[in-house]
C-alpha cells in the first residue's frame, strides 16, 4: 500500500461523505459508493481498491455509527443508527463528524480526544 498518506485519514473522509450523502437513518448506502468518491476527491493511495479500506467500514459498524444490513462479496450496505454530527476538534483542528450515539470522541485515529 505504498507510503502515500492521506491528507484527511481515510476514517474522517468516510464518515464526511456519510454526513454530507447519507445522514438519514432510513437511507441505505454501500461501501462502493463511499470508496467511489474517495477516488474522486483524490485523497486516497491510487494502488487501493475496495478491500484496502473493508477495516474501515468494519470500524463504523463496531464503533455503533452504523450497521451491516446485507453483503454481497465485497459490497456492503449499511444504514446508520443515528444522524450524524459535525463538530471541530480542538485537538487535532479537523472537522469531524459523530453520531448522536457515539461515544463523542474524535474519530481520527491519530488523536481520540474528547469532544
Known sequence: MGGFTPSIP???????IIFENHNVVDDKFTNDEIFEKIKQNGDLDPSWNIDDIE??????CDCGLARNIAQNFTTIWLKLFDPI?????TSCNLDVYVGASEKQICPNPSC???I
Do not use: A, G, M
Request: glycine fraction near 0%.
Open 10 to 16: 481515510i476514517s474522517i473522509q468516510i464518515r464526511k
Open 85 to 89: 454530527e459535525k463538530h471541530h476538534c
Open 112 to 114: 481520540k480526544s474528547t
Open 55 to 60: 477495516s474501515y467500514f468494519q470500524d463504523i
